[in-house]
């Protein structure tokens, strides 16, 4: 189909966020076709000087937004705000509610001053004892249990990414979506707040509810009991590391006999999905000591076939030379204000067939204040005083 999948055209997004949070859940709406504005301080979001591994949050979370400068704490700069207000159908933000108020955007003033506006708060917690402390992704791991899950007992540990910032903006992103849907019919916006803590929650909601039905604190995933008779990363002939799953009969059967361990297909001490867990102790050597005389290649091309589970000990970088991630609309391509290119993933799902294939550009501080102020009916002399002294040069206007 030639039509291009942009459900949420005509839609205006004002975004007042950093880090990832907010970003993430104004990404995920540009990519559905909304206009997204990112409103920026004068000296530019922080996030865009960030450094190590936060170097990637600003061009990731960013991309395919229009950048207007507001100086918040002059009289001009937040009437500008609520001009730019008055035009939007979305308003994004995650900072603290009285940080919110002193930059003109007291979140009751807004619902009472534009009551079909939809208003996304992206908050550590959501309203109880909790509501007013600082939260970030590593914080909330540690509260909820997650990072407890995650090492070994006496090492908690922290997911790999920035997973629950990129997930409750996705809860954002739903939210907004049904509220959208709702204005359709009532005419009226509503205020939704996303709490990273709760997105945590359910992210450990398993292991949660686990104890519930158990009543006992399940132990943390690298020493799990096991559901699977193999489910084990492993040393191949070549010295990579191999995840390998038997979960079913049929994969028992089949890595029993690629492998040539007829005789643990035929043990009658094995002929259960129960025996085998609880046979694992001196079975997993035998498995292990077969794994290890074949390259990860030669296993690869053996498992495909067959249906079962595996898979190399990849790296981030490695990505790029995955062929299934390399396929047409796997990677959009994006610029960045010093020209420089990258590719990210798209969005995770197709439409008719196809994936997203345009993430948009990194917008450079304030390239679009003057063309979206002064559709607001602001002359240059309103927008510099706006956008704040001294910073058209650093801004590139």
């Known amino acids: 189909m030639d039509r291009p999948f942009r459900p949420l055209d005509g839609v205006r997004v004002v975004e007042m966020s950093h880090m990832i949070m907010g970003p993430s859940c104004g990404l995920f709406l540009a990519f559905l076709g909304a206009e997204v504005i990112k409103v920026e301080p004068p000296g530019g979001d922080k996030t865009r000087d960030l450094g190590g591994m936060g170097a990637a949050f600003f061009p990731l979370a960013n991309r395919g937004k229009k950048s207007v400068q507001l100086d918040l704490t002059s009289e001009r700069g937040r ?23 002193a930059r003109g955007a007291d979140l009751d003033a807004l619902h009472r001053r534009y009551p079909r506006l939809i ?41 790999g990414s920035s997973a629950n910032d990129i997930m409750a903006g996705l809860f954002g992103t739903v939210a ?44 943390p995933m690298p020493e799990r009991e096991f559901s699977w008779p193999v489910y084990d990363i492993f040393e191949t002939a070549d010295g990579r590391q191999m ?35 609880n046979a694992r102790d001196w079975t997993l050597p035998r498995i292990a000591a077969a794994l290890a005389e074949r390259t990860s290649e030669e296993l690869a091309k053996a498992f495909e076939p067959l249906g079962i589970p595996y898979s190399p000990i990849a790296r981030p970088c490695d990505m790029y030379e995955d062929p299934h991630v390399m396929r047409p609309g ?6 960045l204000p010093d020209g420089r290119h990258f590719r990210a993933p798209s969005l995770p799902f197709e439409v008719d067939g196809e994936m997203f294939d345009n993430g948009g550009d990194v917008p450079r501080i304030g390239q679009d204040t003057a063309a979206v102020l002064g559709a607001l009916g602001l002359d240059e002399v309103e927008i510099a005083a706006a956008r704040g002294a001294g910073e058209k040069e650093r801004a590139g206007a």
């Open 243 to 277: 995840f390998v799953g038997a979960v079913t009969e049929g994969h028992w059967h089949a890595l029993c006999d690629l492998l040539g361990l007829d005789d643990l297909r035929s043990d009658e001490r094995l002929q259960t999905r129960m025996d085998r867990i």
């Open 119 to 159: 208003v996304a708060s992206h908050k550590g917690f959501l309203h109880g004892p909790y509501q007013n402390r600082t939260a970030m992704d590593e914080v909330v791991q540690m509260m909820t249990g997650l990072a407890y899950m995650t090492g070994p007992s006496g090492r908690p540990l922290r997911v």
């Open 79 to 101: 009437d500008a705000l609520h001009r730019l207000l008055d035009t939007a159908d979305v308003f994004v933000e995650n900072f603290r509610d009285a940080s919110l108020s």
């Open 176 to 219: 907004v979506l049904g509220a959208l849907m709702e204005r359709d019919k009532t005419g009226e916006g509503r205020h939704v707040r996303i709490g990273l803590f709760e997105n945590c929650l359910v992210l450990v909601a398993q292991h949660m509810i686990q104890y519930e039905l158990e009543g006992r604190n399940p132990p």
């Open 330 to 335: 796997g990677l959009v391509a994006s610029k």
